[in-house]
Structures are given as structure tokens and as C-alpha cells.
């Protein structure tokens, strides 16, 4: 554990773990010590930070203010908490731990003990109440305020929506006035909330809220609030009466109601899609739509196993509770949800809930407009399969991890394999393949441990992990070959396949591989993902960027996002797009820091925006861990093909400092 904590949200705190307050005695100290914790262990060139702190000072005078600051840093904090080479300044990770890094960790897992956390660490802006002072420092203060404020407003919407569909009005509303905070003018925040107060009785407060917002809107920006937002303040004046709910059925004893479905297959997860609720009262038949829809898409998904609604409906409106429905179907998942209608507008919530340990994984919330049902309808079934599949897999990996050493099946070692495959770094690679080669050991049709045994030579080669990339190619497409003997028409098979085919680029029948998978799971993020890559790699780069974006709106806390952010990243620089190809993966490397290959590709775009100084940097970070790789190593390790794309990227890499 690291013996200093940081804390930079709300304000800026430094302690000893557990121990006591460390005080820095200058404010030019603070700011420094803060900009190297975002992220820690992130080395900062020693000139961006003098002109990033004293940009108002002669070159050497700034230089002189830097090596004092970073001297009272290394005296409060301890010479073993920062690390100084070259040119470059870092914080040491294994010392000094950041609550910046804690809440983007918590708010990636996106799952809803995850989302709690987040909740706990979000103690308000960034550095709240540092006085303003050196302007680069305080643009670039700004800019992360405001991308760290939007994904705590993404992150804790996600949360009340998870208390406000588990009938948790006191806890909802506790982060909603926390998301007020962070936004004053989100009207759907207050909306929400007024909504949890009419539900426990306290409708004068919710028109209180009401009347906060609408004088703020006045206020602020010279507005009524919107249609919807009084519709609703209409409604809970008039105390509008709802058609009352059909009685809930209790089931008898255990011996009666439905009875148990046979278990399912242990090698697959099961799930069941309850009947949602209608709150409304006459909105039967589009819940009944929803669930229908939902269900028939998750029986497309090859890697769940989904109990039949014929099955799942017979525990419509039973007060069992969810881990005795659960057992009575045979599933380790329940998804449940319900249907409200109000002021022209449908709102439905859902929820997906882990049997074994009634945990919430996931909630969401959607609403539209009653003239377009059917089209929210197909966008709700296209969302929550999207997002089921990465957050039961997640799940399923938790199980995994559960199970004592001696009792783990080929399934639960393939799914504590997956994190290391997705850390994308060449140590957990190394340890993935070890796990999958155990897995196929015990079951040697396994066609999915096959698969990935490709797609881990398939990151060998195109991280430059390897020496021998002639035989990496070889045998990632033999075994994707012999995953795809085993199973014909898995998506997860088929887009390994595709992967190790466009790695020897044999792109056309990649594309193949990739469009069927698709076919068959058009909700299969991974899919998507891979598609956008083998875009990439044939130079269209506009529907390549379509493709990684639509992955991204399937799965937005996949634990492989950054990835995507790497790739649309590489599709603007090959568009000519720079800067935004700059941004993008400057972020993909916020978000993963251990991903230091993706250096290569920043390299490129730092030289074709002439920022040799950040270019040649990401160049020594790139050859300090890997001292042998060069332009020529690169280019052949990622098959593109687009002239354009190859021009840029190798001419960007040797004016970046790359040896040849």
C-alpha cells in the first residue's frame, strides 16, 4: 500500500496513510505536487512544468523556481516519493496513491458497488478553492475540472438511477443533490428528485426544488424550465391520482408456483428477463413489448443462456424475492424493470441483479415521448443487451475469482483470465496465455480459451512483445482456426478470427469473419470494436470511427475503452485531424497508464504537430521499456494498408525520434 494519499477532489489534502497531514508551505508547491498526480506515476518533462507554473519568468529563472519547488515536494513528501531523471519528473505509484485515480477507477468498473465508491471519493471539484494564478496552470485546471466533472456527473446519474429503480428514495436523493451540485441546470437531475420527494410524501419540498430551479433558470440564463419539468410540477400540484396497480400475488410456500426450470448449462451464463412493472397502469403491453424484445435479443447472444419468457412471466407480480425467483428458473442473473407514463413522456428503468449476492450490477433509465414508442422500444433493446454483455462478463469474473484454486473449472479459468487480457500490458499477457493453455489442458474443445489464445499472440505482435513475429502470426491464426473448428458461429470466435486474419492481412476475409459476427450479435461491443479496427487497418477511416463509437455506446465502462480511444484516435490522425487525435489518446493513456505501447502512435501525432519536445519524450518512454524496437519493427507489426495512414505514421515516427 502506499504510505501518502493525496486527495485533490474538494479541494487538496496530503497525509501519511492513516497517519498525519503532510503541509506544503507554498501554493506553487501544491499546484506542482497536484499536476503530477494527474495521473501519479506519469513522467512530466521539467520544461513543460516551469512554463506551466512560472511562464511569466526568463527561461533560467523559471528552471531556478522548478528545482526549488520540486525540492519542498521531495522534503514533504520523502525522497522516495518522487523520482527525477533526466529531464523527466515523476510521482512513485508504489508511494503515493491519488483520489483522481481511485474515483476513475471506481467510475470505469461502472458497476454499482463500484459506482458507490466513486460516490464516497467525489468530494468536489478539482483543487476546490485554489486561488487563480499562473494561466497555463489554470487553463489546464479548468479543462481537467471539467472532464473530471462530467464523468462524476455520468457516474453518479448511473447511481441514482440504480437507487430510484431499487425504490431507495433517501439514498436517491442524497445524490441528487450531490449531482445538483455538480451541475445546477440539469433539469433531468431535478426532475429526478422532485419525483423521489412526491414519492415519499414530500410533495411541498418537490415543488420547493421546483421553484429553486425555475429561479435559477430565470437567474442564469434567462429561461422557463422545460415542458416536461412542468409538466411534472403541474402534476404534483394537482396531486394527480394514477390508476391503481394491479395487487401483487404472493406465492405459497416453496413447494408451490412455478416450478423449478432444469439447471442450465455451467459453462454459460444464465439470465432471465423478468416482466417489468407498469406504474401507469395502462402501459401493460409495451413493458410486456420491452421484455419480449429483450429477451429474443439476448437468445442471439451465443454466451448467455436465456430462459424462455413463457418461463419468466409466470413470476409476474410474485412477491418472492429475487434469489428465490432466481432458483426457480435456474439463473445466476435477473433482469427487472418497470414502465411509468407521465406528461406525454414514457420513462422505463432497469436493472440487472447477480442472484448469488443480490448485488445491483447495473441500472439504467431511458425516456422519450409516447408518439415514438416503437422506436424507443428498439433503442432500449439495443442499449441494455449492449451493456449486459461486458457487465455479466465482468460479473463472471468475479465469480471466478470466488471459487477456492482446487474446485476451478476450464469456464472460471478462462474468466479469470480476461482481466489480464484486458490490462493490455506484456507481463499479464504472459500470464493470461499460462491460464488459458490450463484451461484447454482441461477441456480441449473449448473453443473460446482457443480464441483467445490468439487474440493474446495477436497483442505479442502488435505491441512488439515478441522478436519472432512470423511465428506469433502463425500461431495466432492457427489457433483462431481451431476455435473456429470448434465453434462456427460464436461472435467472440469469429472476431478472433477475423483479428488474427487482418494481423497477416488477409483483410478481405477478415471482413468476412468480422460482418458475420456482427450478423449473428449485433449488440456484441467486442465486435464492434474489432470492426473498427479492421477499418482502420483498410483505411476507411470514417466508418472506422463509426464503428469504434458505436462500441463505445454498447459498452461505455468497458474495461477495454481505452482501447477504443487509441484507435479513433489513429483514424483522425490518418483524416489529418491532430489535435483531436492528440486528445483522444492522451486520454486512452489517462485511463491506462500501463499501456505504454500506445506511445507510438502519440509519438506520430506530437511530430506532425511539432511538439518534438512531447514527441521525442514519448519516444524515451516507449524505448526505456522496449530498447529494441525501431520505425521498421513497428510498421510491420500493425497491418495497415492505407498509403496515407503508413505515410503519416512512419514519417511521424522517425521525426519523433524513432531509430529506423
Same mark, same amino acid.
Given at each position: 500500500?502506499?504510505?501518502? $494519499?493525496?486527495?485533490?477532489?474538494?479541494?487538496?489534502?496530503?497525509?501519511?496513510?492513516?497517519?498525519?497531514?503532510?503541509?506544503?508551505? @507554498?501554493?506553487?508547491?501544491?499546484?506542482?505536487?497536484?499536476?503530477?498526480?494527474?495521473?501519479?506515476?506519469?513522467?512530466?518533462?521539467?520544461?513543460?512544468?516551469?512554463?506551466?507554473?512560472?511562464?511569466?519568468?526568463?527561461?533560467?529563472?523559471?528552471?531556478?523556481?522548478?528545482?526549488? /519547488?520540486?525540492?519542498?515536494?521531495?522534503?514533504?513528501?520523502?525522497?522516495?516519493?518522487?523520482?527525477?531523471?533526466?529531464?523527466?519528473?515523476?510521482?512513485?505509484? *508504489?508511494?503515493?496513491?491519488?483520489?483522481?485515480?481511485?474515483?476513475?477507477?471506481?467510475?470505469?468498473?461502472?458497476?454499482?458497488?463500484?459506482?458507490?465508491?466513486?460516490?464516497?471519493?467525489?468530494?468536489?471539484?478539482?483543487?476546490?478553492?485554489?486561488?487563480?494564478? %499562473?494561466?497555463?496552470?489554470?487553463?489546464?485546471?479548468?479543462?481537467?475540472?471539467?472532464?473530471?466533472?462530467?464523468?462524476?456527473?455520468?457516474?453518479?446519474?448511473?447511481?441514482?438511477?440504480?437507487?430510484? !429503480?431499487?425504490?431507495?428514495?433517501?439514498?436517491?436523493?442524497?445524490?441528487?443533490?450531490?449531482?445538483?451540485?455538480?451541475?445546477?441546470?440539469?433539469?433531468?437531475?431535478?426532475? @429526478?428528485?422532485?419525483?423521489?420527494?412526491?414519492?415519499?410524501?414530500?410533495?411541498?419540498?418537490?415543488?420547493?426544488?421546483?421553484?429553486?430551479?425555475?429561479?435559477?433558470?430565470?437567474?442564469?440564463?434567462?429561461? %422557463?424550465?422545460?415542458?416536461?419539468?412542468?409538466?411534472?410540477?403541474?402534476? +404534483?400540484?394537482?396531486?394527480?391520482?394514477?390508476?391503481?396497480?394491479?395487487?401483487?400475488?404472493?406465492?405459497?410456500?416453496?413447494?408451490?408456483?412455478? =416450478?423449478?426450470?432444469?439447471?442450465?448449462?455451467?459453462?454459460?451464463?444464465?439470465?432471465?428477463?423478468?416482466? $417489468?412493472?407498469?406504474?401507469?397502469?395502462?402501459?401493460?403491453?409495451?413493458?410486456?413489448?420491452? !421484455?419480449?424484445?429483450?429477451?429474443?435479443?439476448?437468445?442471439?447472444?451465443?454466451?448467455?443462456?436465456?430462459?424462455?419468457?413463457?418461463?419468466? !412471466?409466470?413470476?409476474?407480480?410474485?412477491?418472492? #424475492?429475487?434469489?428465490?425467483?432466481? =432458483?426457480?428458473?435456474?439463473?445466476?442473473?435477473?433482469?427487472?424493470?418497470?414502465?411509468?407514463?407521465?406528461?406525454?413522456?414514457?420513462?422505463?428503468?432497469?436493472?440487472?441483479?447477480?442472484?448469488?449476492?443480490?448485488?445491483? &450490477?447495473?441500472?439504467?433509465?431511458?425516456?422519450?415521448?409516447?408518439?415514438?414508442?416503437?422506436? &424507443?422500444?428498439?433503442? +432500449?433493446?439495443?442499449?441494455?443487451?449492449?451493456?449486459?454483455? #461486458?457487465?455479466?462478463?465482468?460479473?463472471?469474473?468475479?465469480?471466478?475469482?470466488?471459487?477456492?484454486?482446487?474446485?476451478?473449472?476450464?469456464?472460471?479459468?478462462?474468466?479469470?483470465?480476461?482481466?489480464?487480457?484486458?490490462?493490455?500490458?506484456?507481463?499479464?499477457?504472459?500470464?493470461?496465455?499460462?491460464?488459458?493453455?490450463?484451461?484447454?489442458?482441461?477441456?480441449?474443445?473449448?473453443?473460446?480459451?482457443?480464441?483467445?489464445?490468439?487474440?493474446?499472440?495477436?497483442?505479442?505482435? @502488435?505491441?512488439?512483445?515478441?522478436?519472432?513475429?512470423? @511465428?506469433?502470426? =502463425?500461431?495466432?491464426?492457427?489457433?483462431?482456426?481451431?476455435?473456429?473448428?470448434?465453434?462456427?458461429?460464436?461472435?467472440?470466435?469469429?472476431?478472433?478470427?477475423?483479428?488474427?486474419?487482418?494481423?497477416?492481412?488477409?483483410?478481405?476475409? /477478415?471482413?468476412?469473419? +468480422?460482418?458475420?459476427?456482427?450478423?449473428?450479435?449485433?449488440? *456484441?461491443?467486442?465486435?464492434?470494436?474489432?470492426?473498427?479496427?479492421?477499418?482502420?487497418?483498410?483505411?476507411?477511416?470514417?466508418?472506422?470511427? %463509426?464503428?469504434?463509437?458505436?462500441?463505445?455506446?454498447? *459498452? #461505455?465502462?468497458?474495461?477495454?475503452?481505452?482501447?477504443?480511444? $487509441?484507435?479513433?484516435?489513429?483514424?483522425?490522425?490518418?483524416?489529418?485531424?491532430?489535435?483531436?487525435?492528440?486528445?483522444?489518446?492522451?486520454?486512452?493513456?489517462?485511463?491506462?497508464?500501463?499501456?505504454?505501447?500506445?506511445?507510438?502512435?502519440?509519438?506520430?501525432?506530437?511530430?506532425?504537430?511539432?511538439?518534438?519536445?512531447?514527441?521525442?519524450?514519448?519516444?524515451?518512454?516507449?524505448?526505456?521499456?522496449?530498447?529494441?524496437?525501431?520505425? *521498421?519493427? +513497428?510498421?510491420?507489426?500493425?497491418?495497415?494498408?492505407?498509403?496515407?495512414?503508413?505515410?503519416?505514421?512512419?514519417?511521424?515516427?522517425?521525426?519523433?525520434?524513432?531509430?529506423?
Amino acid at each position: 500500500m502506499a504510505r501518502i $494519499f493525496l486527495g485533490l477532489l474538494g479541494g487538496f489534502r496530503a497525509r501519511q496513510t492513516g497517519g498525519d497531514e503532510l503541509l506544503f508551505p @507554498t501554493r506553487k508547491s501544491r499546484m506542482l505536487c497536484a499536476y503530477l498526480a494527474m495521473p501519479v506515476g506519469e513522467p512530466r518533462p521539467r520544461e513543460r512544468l516551469a512554463g506551466l507554473l512560472w511562464s511569466e519568468r526568463a527561461d533560467e529563472q523559471a528552471r531556478g523556481s522548478l528545482r526549488n /519547488a520540486l525540492t519542498t515536494v521531495r522534503r514533504v513528501l520523502g525522497a522516495d516519493a518522487i523520482r527525477v531523471e533526466s529531464d523527466q519528473v515523476a510521482l512513485v505509484p *508504489s508511494v503515493v496513491s491519488c483520489d483522481v485515480d481511485r474515483f476513475m477507477v471506481a467510475t470505469a468498473q461502472g458497476t454499482a458497488e463500484s459506482l458507490r465508491q466513486a460516490y464516497e471519493i467525489y468530494r468536489g471539484p478539482l483543487l476546490d478553492g485554489l486561488p487563480e494564478g %499562473e494561466e497555463p496552470f489554470d487553463d489546464w485546471l479548468r479543462n481537467e475540472r471539467a472532464r473530471i466533472d462530467k464523468v462524476a456527473h455520468q457516474a453518479l446519474s448511473s447511481l441514482l438511477d440504480s437507487h430510484v !429503480v431499487a425504490g431507495e428514495a433517501a439514498a436517491g436523493l442524497d445524490v441528487g443533490n450531490r449531482l445538483i451540485s455538480i451541475d445546477p441546470l440539469h433539469e433531468a437531475t431535478y426532475r @429526478t428528485v422532485m419525483e423521489l420527494h412526491t414519492e415519499i410524501g414530500e410533495r411541498a419540498q418537490a415543488l420547493r426544488i421546483y421553484e429553486d430551479l425555475r429561479r435559477l433558470l430565470a437567474n442564469e440564463v434567462g429561461v %422557463e424550465p422545460d415542458a416536461d419539468t412542468r409538466a411534472l410540477a403541474d402534476e +404534483i400540484r394537482t396531486h394527480a391520482k394514477k390508476p391503481a396497480s394491479a395487487p401483487k400475488r404472493v406465492a405459497p410456500a416453496d413447494t408451490a408456483g412455478p =416450478e423449478k426450470v432444469s439447471a442450465t448449462p455451467i459453462d454459460r451464463p444464465s439470465i432471465a428477463v423478468l416482466p $417489468f412493472a407498469s406504474l401507469g397502469g395502462d402501459d401493460e403491453a409495451f413493458a410486456d413489448g420491452i !421484455v419480449e424484445e429483450i429477451t429474443a435479443a439476448l437468445s442471439r447472444v451465443r454466451s448467455f443462456f436465456v430462459i424462455a419468457r413463457n418461463s419468466a !412471466v409466470t413470476f409476474k407480480d410474485t412477491d418472492l #424475492p429475487t434469489s428465490k425467483i432466481a =432458483e426457480r428458473l435456474g439463473v445466476r442473473y435477473l433482469l427487472t424493470g418497470s414502465v411509468r407514463r407521465g406528461a406525454g413522456r414514457l420513462r422505463i428503468a432497469t436493472q440487472l441483479i447477480e442472484a448469488d449476492t443480490a448485488d445491483h &450490477l447495473w441500472s439504467e433509465r431511458f425516456e422519450g415521448g409516447d408518439q415514438d414508442i416503437f422506436d &424507443l422500444q428498439d433503442r +432500449i433493446t439495443e442499449e441494455v443487451v449492449g451493456i449486459l454483455q #461486458p457487465t455479466i462478463l465482468a460479473a463472471e469474473v468475479g465469480r471466478a475469482r470466488r471459487k477456492r484454486p482446487d474446485n476451478l473449472q476450464a469456464y472460471d479459468i478462462v474468466h479469470r483470465a480476461f482481466p489480464h487480457i484486458w490490462a493490455m500490458t506484456e507481463e499479464d499477457n504472459k500470464t493470461a496465455l499460462e491460464m488459458l493453455r490450463k484451461a484447454i489442458a482441461l477441456d480441449p474443445n473449448y473453443a473460446l480459451a482457443y480464441a483467445l489464445i490468439s487474440w493474446c499472440h495477436a497483442q505479442n505482435i @502488435t505491441y512488439n512483445w515478441t522478436g519472432d513475429i512470423v @511465428t506469433a502470426k =502463425e500461431r495466432a491464426l492457427e489457433r483462431a482456426h481451431e476455435a473456429f473448428r470448434l465453434d462456427l458461429s460464436d461472435p467472440m470466435v469469429l472476431a478472433m478470427l477475423a483479428t488474427a486474419e487482418s494481423l497477416v492481412r488477409d483483410h478481405d476475409s /477478415a471482413r468476412v469473419h +468480422i460482418d458475420r459476427a456482427l450478423r449473428i450479435d449485433p449488440n *456484441s461491443a467486442w465486435a464492434w470494436m474489432r470492426s473498427g479496427w479492421i477499418h482502420c487497418y483498410q483505411g476507411n477511416f470514417e466508418t472506422s470511427i %463509426e464503428h469504434f463509437e458505436r462500441a463505445w455506446r454498447l *459498452s #461505455p465502462y468497458d474495461p477495454l475503452n481505452f482501447n477504443l480511444c $487509441f484507435g479513433i484516435g489513429l483514424s483522425h490522425f490518418a483524416l489529418g485531424h491532430d489535435e483531436k487525435a492528440a486528445s483522444l489518446i492522451e486520454r486512452g493513456l489517462l485511463e491506462n497508464p500501463d499501456a505504454v505501447w500506445a506511445n507510438r502512435p502519440l509519438v506520430a501525432v506530437y511530430a506532425w504537430l511539432d511538439r518534438m519536445d512531447d514527441a521525442k519524450a514519448a519516444t524515451e518512454r516507449v524505448l526505456a521499456r522496449y530498447p529494441d524496437v525501431t520505425v *521498421s519493427k +513497428i510498421m510491420d507489426s500493425i497491418p495497415h494498408q492505407a498509403p496515407v495512414m503508413v505515410e503519416r505514421y512512419t514519417k511521424g515516427l522517425v521525426m519523433g525520434g524513432f531509430p529506423q
